[in-house]
């Protein structure tokens, strides 16, 4: 089963969250599973469109409590790793979709981008790091985070 | 979504794939979904197992690519960790069966029983270590890792 | 600089006290560094004979706050991974001498055994799994432990 | 004993190299510890640096051998996390300097300014990350870098 991650802000307002459902329902319709940090905001609203579309979803959580997790998550994985759980979302991930973003955000791109993984950035203040990707819109973002896998 | 964790040798003979096959299938036949370390033997014989009654299953990795899951893993989570990801297959399942297994099975066993988690061994030569709950069938052992979960 | 590792449990009475700090001492006067958990009993008792004997002291904490440490340590490095730490205590060592101990202690030493180090148990209760070799002193411990290093 | 990170490219020119030996130099001559990523290019420099003033360094390894180090690691930790172990220098520093780098250094940029650790930037590419703050010498660096410890 193909895996997309969807990363970005722990806190947001009604358009980044819009976008990051919209993203999450987009990953689901197309038959992938959507892993994320499991915890509020965009990871959230990613979560619920995914389950909205009827798909499966992942949540590596920092703390070691699977109900940290938020209700939309199939399968929490408590990590016990605070903010060291970043590489595992991005290592879970074939490509990732990062929308608006803080400082752990950009610690997985630059990981998912070391690491040679395909980051796309959707209304993300990151998207002049060297080597990301940007879309104007979830379908964009969903599509290009699709492409067939690099070798 | 509960997660029963199977965990055991890398190689398994006849007896031990049957009961460890048998063990995913009663996990995924009472709607929970099996997590375990990905790779072959007891891992392997697990996942097919719930595969066969239409379960869900994770695969936690100790490489850094999804490939290496065995063919039955759902979603595989590649964790470029080696041994050390061993903490997060336990961390991952709030119950653990043991068959079989090694010294990489022990650490599990142990890093299970430190963190509160409950041990349920099958046919596993670990049985004697303090906190182990042992169980004589596969239908023992899920009935006793999906007991009503500890607070 | 050689590293040798002292695990064990985190109260220790008299003997066991005793025994992990002469340990210690002897690790330092042979010219080799000691990593431990960096808690308390047996790793403290083991630092702080280390550092009687002007040794050097590494501290794999399991929280994130260097404050944690044992007043023995030199360099202490908060992992935040909880018990999850106990697989770079023993990647850090190049063997480990095992003093009492719990599940913890014996997380670390089949991780120990599981990645090909060398354990030592010195009036720990695992000394009966196999692989681990058995010492009656601190000096046989640390002679074992200090063997020339396998290749 | 104080912890100062140095991260930074794996392999640097002259002038890089030049400033990340005399960023070594200047922390070992303030007492404190070095850690690093323990391989080549602004890593090696600094260690270099630090062992010609007397100091202490450490090499966070992402590989499972000790002999990966560079030659001017006391200490090295091998992990076996890959880029995953990036967390783990940032957690080891109280505070970082970063010399140039690629997106390696950026996610140890970004993780340290999620988990509240001051890092200064020295001729780094990253500079203009919100939080990082510039330093145009190796004395501003390390001053900067050692000023007294956030509470």
Known sequence: MRIIGVIGTSECGAELCGLAREVGRLIAQRGAALVCGGLGGVMEAAARGAKE????????????ERREANAYIDLAIPTGMGEGRNFLVVRSAE??????????????IALALKTGKRVIGLKTPWEDVPGVITAQTPEEAVEKALLPEQP
Chains 1, 2, 3, 4 share one sequence.
């Open 53 to 64: 579309a009827g798909g499966l979803t992942l949540g590596i959580l920092p703390g070691d």
């Open 95 to 108: 490509a990732l979709i990062a929308i608006g973003g803080g400082h752990g955000t950009l610690s997985e």
